[in-house]
T-cell receptor, first 113, second 110 residues
Framework: EPEVTQTPSHQVTQMGQEVILRCVPISNHLYFYWYRQILGQKVEFLVSFYNNEISEKSEIFDDQFSVERPDGSNFTLKIRSTKLEDSAMYFC???????????FGDGTRLSIL | KNEVEQSPQNLTAQEGEFITINCSYSVGISALHWLQQHPGGGIVSLFMLSSGKKKHGRLIATINIQEKHSSLHITASHPRDSAVYICAARLYNQGGKLIFGQGTELSVKP
């Protein structure tokens, strides 16, 4: 069964550094999402992306965050200048349409030192 | 106030028991997801439903739109069912964005 893949599984970065989290969604899916889960807390929506543009973003998704689909297969989340509070598990998801089930990757655990 | 609330937060059961996890929501939704999160962190989609009932193996999900309530049932529970179960609401007219409950941690003892 096709799946969403995320790399790396764990990223350790110094505070203030830029980090890029990578996702390969399911190949025929058109809608892409990033979520995050701070340790011990619930999963939170960050951003949704369709037709090469952001369709919705949360208040968490400030100017330090950006998303890109650079080559038609990868979907990336960039954090420009990381803060300690960015430490979390980041999940990528994709769906065929906005109304179909979302398929999640296994997540990238981001640790900011 | 949380838009999606789950109960209980933690649940311990003996192998073979029938389990129910509840989810209530306070907003208009177009669908409700039930998800499973294993200790390693990965999330697996179990069900997406907008009305009635769905069944897959030993798992059953129901939703009552009028009461804004959904339940996930596990019949003949097994230790491998131990995981965190999360309900997530897809808000009406807001594309695919999901609002998550806080999760129910289930532990099934042999």
């Amino acid at each position: 069964e096709p799946e969403v893949t995320q790399t790396p599984s764990h990223q350790v970065t110094q505070m203030g550094q830029e980090v890029i989290l990578r996702c390969v969604p399911i190949s025929n899916h058109l809608y892409f999402y990033w979520y995050r889960q701070i340790l011990g807390q619930k999963v939170e929506f960050l951003v949704s992306f369709y037709n090469n543009e952001i369709s919705e973003k949360s208040e968490i998704f400030d100017d330090q965050f950006s998303v890109e689909r650079p080559d038609g297969s990868n979907f990336t989340l960039k954090i420009r200048s990381t803060k300690l509070e960015d430490s979390a598990m980041y999940f990528c998801a994709s769906s065929l349409t906005g109304l179909r089930p979302q398929h999640f990757g296994d997540g990238t655990r981001l640790s900011i030192l | 106030k949380n838009e999606v609330e789950q109960s209980p937060q933690n649940l311990t059961a003996q192998e073979g028991e029938f389990i129910t996890i509840n989810c209530s929501y306070s907003v208009g939704i177009s669908a409700l997801h039930w998800l499973q999160q294993h200790p390693g962190g990965g999330i697996v989609s179990l069900f997406m439903l907008s009305s009635g009932k769905k069944k897959h193996g030993r798992l059953i999900a129901t939703i009552n739109i009028q009461e804004k309530h959904s339940s996930l049932h596990i019949t003949a529970s097994h230790p491998r069912d131990s995981a965190v179960y999360i309900c997530a609401a897809r808000l009406y007219n807001q594309g695919g964005k999901l609002i998550f409950g806080q999760g129910t941690e289930l532990s099934v003892k042999p």
